[in-house]
């Protein structure tokens, strides 16, 4: 059975960093997108950055050289590196993929392309 899971969110201090974690159990993870998506309260759910099957990456301009998505494809495992933190990023993280068939090119930063999410991780960046 497909399972996503996300760990590494706490309290963190603004301009501070945390990395996140996206497990995966049921399938190959590299051979799938893996999208990062977003939601502080009263908002809808934020895609931001995600990878490819193809090791291609697309992110919006809010986290522009501050977060970086990489792949640990021995541990089945997605990571986010979040620097330089902002109040504003608080909110849950979800990571999320799709079920097959697998589109050729790059990842997409819509929520309703995805499939399976994680439970979400809370993401805390305050003083």
């Known amino acids: 059975q497909v399972q996503l899971v996300e760990s590494g969110g706490e309290l963190v201090q603004p301009g501070g960093s945390l990395r996140l974690s996206c497990a995966a159990s049921?399938?190959?993870?590299?051979?799938?997108?893996i999208g990062w998506f977003r939601q502080a309260p009263g908002t809808g759910r934020e895609g931001f950055l995600c990878?490819?099957?193809?090791?291609?990456?697309s992110y919006i301009d809010s986290v522009k050289g501050r977060f970086t998505i990489s792949r640990d494809n021995a541990k089945n495992t997605v990571y986010l590196q979040m620097n330089s933190l902002k109040p504003d990023d608080s909110a849950i993280y979800f990571c999320?993929?799709?079920?097959?068939?697998?589109?050729?090119?790059?990842?997409?930063?819509?929520?309703?392309?995805?499939?399976?999410w994680g439970q979400g991780t809370q993401v805390t960046v305050s003083s």
């Open positions: 999320a993929t799709v079920r097959p068939p697998i589109r050729a090119g790059q990842c997409q930063l819509t929520a309703s392309e995805y499939d399976y």
């Open positions: 049921g399938f190959t993870l590299e051979y799938y997108p």
């Open positions: 990878i490819s099957n193809s090791g291609s990456t």
